[in-house]
């Protein structure tokens, strides 16, 4: 599973800024462009031209604009803004952000975060990744129904139980959501899984 996310880091300091890229690309599961913002002046600039998915932003840098008009002007509404701390701030300055990041924070606490902030984005990645990918043994059987076989003949081709044959048909029908011969029989040639010539052959 791999979500792919562009991220701005609007701080100051060029070695926090550098620290953060470094712990985000330690990250498994993620995949980042990240790009950094020094200067408060820039910001508007980088997220109009860039349109990031992520603004990562120290909250001293936020002045003389609020998150909500940032996201209005430059035409990002659904970016999640978070909120880098390495300092005490007021709560209520935490209020507009999605989520907040201490420089303190361990990888596994920044992905338990991040994981939370793309929940469905994450839920949809693994099941279509889980669609796509049939295990070996269930190639086989995709190979043996298209060829016209029944649940027995293939158990005793693959050396399996007639309930085993059943229920890897179960669990590939569910992954690519294919409930047909015909249907798997496309799949099975689109993916080069068997030849045309041998549809039907026994």
């Known amino acids: 599973m791999n979500i792919n ?7 100051v300091s060029s070695i926090v800024r550098s620290g953060v890229e470094v712990q985000m690309k330690r990250l498994s599961g993620f995949r980042f462009q990240i790009m ?6 820039f910001v508007h600039e980088v997220i109009r031209t860039h349109k990031p998915d992520i603004l990562i ?3 001293s840098m936020i002045t003389g604009f609020t998150l909500q008009q940032l996201k209005e002007e430059c035409g990002c509404p659904v970016m999640k803004c978070i909120a880098l701390l390495y300092n005490l701030v007021d709560r209520s300055v935490l209020f507009p952000f999605d989520e907040k990041m201490n420089i303190y924070e361990t990888n596994d ?3 338990q975060k991040l994981e939370r902030l793309y929940a469905d984005e994450i839920q949809g990645v693994t099941e279509n990744e889980e669609q796509q990918i049939l295990s070996a043994r ?4 995709v190979v043996c129904v298209v060829k016209g076989m029944t649940n027995r003949a293939i158990a005793d081709r693959l050396f399996l139980s007639a309930h085993t044959v059943i229920t890897h048909r179960r669990n590939i029908a569910r992954k690519l959501q294919i409930h047909s011969a015909s249907g798997l029989t496309v799949y099975a040639i689109v993916n080069k899984l068997i030849e045309l010539k041998d549809v039907g052959k026994l």
């Open 138 to 141: 269930e190639k086989e059987i």
């Open 57 to 59: 932003i120290n909250p």
């Open 5 to 11: 996310l562009k991220i701005a880091v609007a701080e």
């Open 109 to 111: 606490e920044i992905r």
């Open 36 to 41: 950094e913002i020094a200067r408060s002046e």
